[in-house]
């Protein structure tokens, strides 16, 4: 299974208004490992900035002036990408400005829109689902998951991109990562411990992933509620 772990950085937030594309970044995922495979380009948007924006991602017009349009890169990104499920944070404002781009290029495109030619996951509603009632940005994730961020003092798309990546693994580890696991790999959970391991036979090592205290507690507090709505101890406590 290929996926493309993506990202944009845009000179404002409302793609309605004009706001285009300043940065795309992505990383290849395969079978659930990072291939090493990365794209990322600078775009000159052929518009202004929003101080606001330029706040978040620290990328000016000037440092722009001299690179490619969105039309010039466009053949490279869509070869990098085309036929992967794109996994995006927050999917529907990066989908939305990839759109407009295309819409943008003449018309001998491949694609009318980036769903004709990828698949879209949204990361974001994955975290909503798993975490409901919390914060789930990026930096939030990180904390959740231990994942080092300390390099994001400023927005990019491809660090962006890298670090989703590593949080997208980690959401959706949990047991597909049982069998068939690399023996020699290490995987990171919770505190960076490696998992517990224990073999059942001489070709398969099961990996035995604890939960965290944070994840303990989690579940702890969900207990009270079932227990606080049912008005008695819920069937993990009887």
């Not at 999917?91 to 009318?112: H, S, T, W, Y």
């Amino acid at each position: 299974m290929r996926q493309v772990i993506l990202d944009t950085e845009t000179t404002g937030l409302e793609v309605q208004g004009g706001h285009r594309i300043i940065e795309v970044g992505a990383v290849e995922v395969v079978d659930r490992k990072l291939s090493g495979q990365t794209f990322q380009r600078y775009i000159n948007p052929e518009r202004e900035i929003d101080d606001e924006a330029q706040a978040v991602h620290g990328i000016s017009l000037s440092f722009l002036a001299d690179k490619p349009r969105f039309a010039d890169i466009w053949d490279d990104f869509y070869r990098f990408v085309a036929g992967a499920e794109l996994v995006i944070h927050n999917a529907p404002f990066d989908v939305a400005f990839l759109n407009a781009e295309i819409q943008r290029l003449a018309k001998n495109k491949a694609v009318g829109r980036i769903e004709e030619g990828c698949t879209i996951v949204d990361s974001l509603v994955l975290a909503r689902r798993l975490h409901p009632g919390q914060k789930n940005n990026l930096d939030a994730l990180c904390r959740r998951y231990s994942i080092d961020n300390t390099q994001r003092e400023l927005h990019g798309a491809l660090l962006d991109a890298e670090i989703l990546a590593e949080v997208y693994l980690q959401m959706t580890g949990g047991q597909t990562q049982l069998f068939g696991a690399d023996p020699s790999a290490k995987p990171r959970q919770e505190g960076g411990e490696r998992p517990e391991t224990s073999s059942t036979s001489e070709s398969l090592t099961l990996q035995v992933v604890r939960a965290s205290p944070a994840e303990q507690a989690a579940h702890e507090a969900m207990l009270d509620l079932l227990a606080d709505a049912g008005g008695a101890p819920p069937l993990w406590r009887r």
